[in-house]
């Protein structure tokens, strides 16, 4: 039972415009969530976090929208630049004891054309 | 360190041997996690070490997974037995409090033929 979906395994998305990756979760206990990034041959790297008290959360390009009603968050990336071009990965976590254990989705790659 | 160093980068191994995994976190850190990620999976949490305390390996897949970690430093992950379905790149991450700011080592790629 997947608890964090990426519905979208593949994304292209055309320099300067935005890239929009989405991500589902089922675990209402989820109140915590990261976007990480991942090139090839490299381990994932944190790309930005919300909080579940919060329904936005800004950082330079990267902006991440949280629907609690929806269960659904999204990441936006504008402008997108080729250098963004990666696996993407969606993350969650509960509150409570085991809040060490991040769910992942299953990544969604975005490649961005010059 | 600088970041968390995993060895071997890649590892090719006969179906029902050992193999070791070795991950070096980053000095201070106290917590530790292994993951897998599996070909088209996300990743898959396999256990946890925080400090002193008893590990968490409820993430193990089967009695042939094992993990140690010396003196609150490196750490070992053994897989006895080693099947084809055990393929997948094996991720390290530590962090300076729990479930925050894991930072992941790049990974040891095993491939079981």
């Known amino acids: 039972d997947q608890q964090v979906k990426q519905n979208s395994p593949s994304l292209s998305v055309q320099e300067g415009r935005i890239s929009i990756l989405n991500c589902d979760y089922t675990?209402?206990?989820?109140?915590?969530f990261l976007w990480y990034k991942k090139y090839p041959a490299e381990g994932p790297t944190f790309l930005i976090s919300i909080s579940s008290i919060k329904d936005k959360n800004e950082d330079g390009r990267f902006t991440v929208f949280l629907n609690k009603s929806a269960k659904h968050l999204s990441l936006h990336i504008v402008p997108s630049q080729p250098g963004d071009s990666a696996v993407y990965f969606c993350a969650a976590r509960s509150s409570g004891g085991s809040n060490y254990k991040l769910t992942f989705g299953k990544g969604t790659l975005l490649t961005v054309n010059p | 360190g600088a970041g968390v160093s995993q060895s071997p980068s890649n590892k090719v191994t006969e179906k029902g041997k050992d193999v070791e995994l070795r991950c070096d976190p980053i000095s201070g850190h106290t917590a530790l996690y292994w993951y897998r990620q599996s070909l088209g999976q996300g990743l898959e949490f396999l256990i946890y070490f925080q400090g002193n305390s008893a590990p968490d390996k409820s993430g193990l897949p089967s009695d042939r997974f094992s993990a140690e970690r010396t003196g609150g430093s490196v750490s070992t992950l053994t897989i006895q037995r080693t099947q084809q379905e055990d393929s997948a790149v094996y991720l390290c991450?530590?962090?300076?409090?729990?479930?925050?700011?894991?930072?992941f080592g790049s990974g040891t790629r095993l491939t079981v033929v």
């Open positions: 675990n209402s206990m989820f109140d915590y």
């Open positions: 991450a530590s962090s300076l409090l729990q479930g925050q700011g894991y930072t």
